[in-house]
């Protein structure tokens, strides 16, 4: 049985070689669409997934507007937008904000040596410096092998350093 449907199928195709050619690139066409779908979405979804509140967390961008008509679009705001945001916009727990800050680190460890930290972020343009406010750490949790992020930076010139990722917090305020 199911080889009298192999042949009907073969028949049919090779008197309608046209309809057939169509049809099996909009079925090849299809799958692919979906495949690059499925691909982009995966992508897009799959960034800060180790955050515990990461389904919480939002970024905020801005769109510039030049006299000449261009635009363009920014990852960062200006410095008092997280301050209004949390005024004018009710159901934020917490607003903070950063900016990528290029630095050599040297870190002195219990033993008295200088342990040296580049930020930048090898394979990518990025930097894993960062300047923010304290509310940072109510939003982002990490390990730290330098410093307290409650206690250690009520000063200038004092850091918090993670293993990991190398995320160093200056305070904003000096």
Known sequence: M???????AWRHITRHKVYAIISAL????????CLVIFLVCRYEFSFDRFHPDGDRIYRLG??????NGSTFYISDIPPPAPKAVKQIIPGF???TRFYPYPAKISVKDDLG???????????????GTII????????????WIAGNPLTSLDAPYKVVLSEKSQILWIPANR
């Open 62 to 67: 801005g769109k510039i507007l030049e006299n």
């Open 26 to 33: 909009g079925l090849a066409l299809g799958i692919d669409a």
């Open 113 to 127: 040596k200088f342990r040296n930290f580049d930020s930048h972020v090898e394979g990518t343009q990025t930097t």
């Open 93 to 95: 727990d917490e607003v």
């Open 132 to 143: 923010t406010d304290p509310g940072y750490f109510n939003i982002f949790k990490y390990s």
């Open 2 to 8: 199911l080889k009298n449907y192999f042949k009907i």
